[in-house]
């Protein structure tokens, strides 16, 4: 059987979004299409945003389909951010295997989580200092690090490719490109897994809380990260989401999974007999006998098919 993967970036970036991602999982594929929006580049070269309509992004879209729908058995679909939006619509195909949304932007603007990103490494510095675990203090201040990091290279992106190219016509089709999305969430039924940084500069929680209420999968997953934003796949901040991509696509859950100072949590929706079989894995900080420590909590339910996922 042939499997292929599509992969979707997001608004004003370029397919060099994955560069990063790419290499740790072209072997699980037979082969990669990288979707690349009209009138997008990848960084240095010279975009044509005339091209960027909301028409033209859906028809070269399905022109990508269906040409993976002719040269795979199956295939899964990642997108990020707007892409992510995007990646909806794709997974309504009915050879779409899996589906992964990282940060999708069908909701969005988030003000007021710049100071957030400070706010977070200062305490992650300062817990550090009172480990009881000499592991985790080192993760915790890598952590911290690695935030200040990342808000450095999300401004530098948002200033080298976003803030040049913002223009009424490029908002107004970004938003319109993703009211359309929005219309396709119910259709998508095959396995979903949704991600999210709690430090996301652009896209709220509700989006991904959204899709994991309103799509039709019998099989879905959200995974919530403590200390990543909306670069969330990029270099330096894209270990945690490369190993439970890897597991999920592997065909394992990934709550079966964790690790040293993660901070993150991961809610698993199976419907199994006609109910669902909800998992509830969180790994967060406490404060114990005056140190900081780590507990990781699992547990498991079984909800009506009827309830209202929460």
């Given at each position: 059987?042939?499997?292929?993967?599509?992969?979707?970036?997001?608004?004003?970036?370029?397919?060099?979004?994955?560069?990063?991602?790419?290499?740790?999982?072209?072997?699980?594929?037979?082969?990669?299409?990288?979707?690349?929006?009209?009138?997008?580049?990848?960084?240095?070269?010279?975009?044509?945003?005339?091209?960027?309509r909301r028409d033209r992004c859906y028809e070269?879209?399905?022109?990508?389909?269906?040409?993976?729908?002719?040269?795979?058995d199956t295939f899964d679909v990642i997108g990020h951010?707007?892409?992510?939006?995007?990646?909806?619509?794709?997974?309504?195909s009915p050879?779409?295997?899996?589906?992964?949304?990282?940060?999708?932007?069908?909701?969005?603007?988030?003000?007021?989580?710049?100071?957030?990103?400070?706010?977070?490494?200062?305490?992650?510095?300062?817990?550090?200092?009172?480990?009881?675990d000499v592991l985790l203090a080192e993760k915790l201040k890598n952590s911290s690090d690695n935030i200040l990091r990342s808000f450095t290279a999300s401004f530098k992106l948002f200033r080298r490719r976003l803030f040049p190219h913002w223009s009424p016509h490029t908002l107004l089709t970004f938003a319109s490109i993703m009211?359309?999305?929005r219309k396709y969430v119910s259709k998508v039924t095959c396995p979903v897994t949704v991600f999210w940084g709690k430090l996301d500069e652009f896209v709220p929680r509700?989006?991904?809380?959204?899709?994991?209420?309103?799509?039709?999968?019998a099989d879905k997953t959200l995974i919530t990260y403590d200390n990543i934003g909306h670069g969330i796949l990029y270099k330096g901040n894209n270990t945690l989401l490369i190993r439970d991509l890897k597991q999920v696509i592997g065909g394992d859950d990934a709550c079966d999974v964790t690790g040293v100072g993660e901070m993150r949590t991961v809610k698993h929706y199976k419907m199994t007999d006609g109910a669902w079989k909800i998992t509830f894995l969180?790994?967060?900080?406490?404060?114990?006998?005056?140190?900081?420590?780590e507990k990781t909590t699992r547990t498991e339910k079984i909800e009506n098919k009827n309830q209202k996922i929460t």
């Open positions: 059987m042939k499997i292929g993967l599509l992969l979707i970036h997001g608004f004003l970036t370029g397919t060099d979004d994955w560069d990063a991602m790419l290499p740790e999982l072209q072997s699980y594929y037979d082969g990669v299409e990288l979707f690349c929006q009209p009138g997008h580049v990848d960084d240095g070269k010279k975009p044509n945003y005339k091209e960027f070269l879209l399905a022109q990508t389909v269906k040409e993976m729908e002719e040269k795979y951010s707007m892409g992510g939006g995007m990646a909806i619509v794709a997974s309504t050879k779409v295997r899996k589906a992964f949304f990282i940060a999708p932007a069908i909701f969005y603007l988030r003000p007021g989580v710049f100071s957030r990103k400070n706010l977070m490494a200062r305490k992650l510095a300062k817990k550090s200092e009172k480990c009881a009211k359309r999305a509700r989006a991904s809380n959204y899709l994991i209420k309103k799509v039709s999968s969180r790994s967060k900080l406490v404060k114990e006998n005056g140190k900081i420590i």
